[in-house]
């Protein structure tokens, strides 16, 4: 089954403590993007990837790293979490501008 | 740059009337569009697209849009709503240059649909 896959679904942890959400997808895609949902706001894009070790930056990158090794892959770090980047994260995959595939989403806290 | 205004932020309908929800863009050149929707506690799904070809798309569960060069608009159109039609809609609009590709997002609309 054709698929993005996220890694944890929620998530608890306190301020400063590493954490990296893990994103894999199966079906090839060149293009992998990262997006966090906050009430009132739609989604903004953290960082996107247009193929491995290509990666740039979206609306709202601070904070963040990514990094793209592996096609399937596309994980999330959070270096020293703080509470402003509580929030429903989404990885999505796709080609190109075709339709993008979205991950069931993560729920992050950070206390 | 690219930019998404959904004009309503929370829609009402009863089931079986029309539902409108509306969408307006700004780009400096002819746009890729999309409507997303998103169930409560679900990820998001594709509903439609508009990538230049016919200016009347349509998508799944009998939703449509109409792209309206003249106007800036994308609205998301259905004929008659139904209960499961309750979700959050996104209309999105493609950024996409030589060395970028990014989607934006408009804040969304909330749909509901009373029985």
């Excluded at chain 1, 903004?44 to 990514?66: A, F, H």
């Excluded at chain 2, 209309?91 to 990014?102: F, H, I």
């Amino acid at each position: 089954e054709a698929q993005v896959t996220q890694n944890p679904r929620y998530l608890i942890t306190v301020t400063g403590k590493k954490l990296t959400v893990t994103c894999s997808q199966n079906m090839n895609h060149e293009y992998m993007s990262w997006y966090r949902q906050d009430p009132g706001l739609g989604l903004r894009q953290i960082y996107y990837s247009m193929n491995v070790e290509v990666t740039d930056k979206g609306d709202v990158p601070e904070g963040y790293k990514v990094s793209r090794k592996e096609k399937r892959n596309f994980p999330l770090i959070l270096e020293s979490p703080s509470p402003n980047q509580t929030s429903l994260y989404f990885c999505a995959s796709s080609f190109g501008q075709r339709e993008q595939f979205f991950g069931p989403g993560t729920r992050l806290t950070v206390l | 740059a690219q930019s998404v205004t959904q004009l309503d932020s929370h829609v009402s309908v009863s089931e079986g009337t029309p539902v409108l929800l509306r969408c307006n863009y700004s780009s400096s050149y002819s746009p890729s569009l999309f409507w997303y929707v998103q169930h409560p506690n679900k990820g998001l799904q594709l509903l439609l697209k508009y990538t230049s070809a016919a200016t009347l798309v349509k998508g799944i569960n009998g939703f449509e849009a109409e792209f309206k060069k003249s106007e800036t608009s994308f609205h998301l159109t259905k004929p008659s709503a139904h209960m499961s039609d309750a979700a959050e809609y996104f209309c999105v609009v493609s950024d996409r240059t030589y060395n970028t590709d990014k989607l934006i997002f408009g804040t969304g609309t909330r749909l509901q649909v009373f029985p």
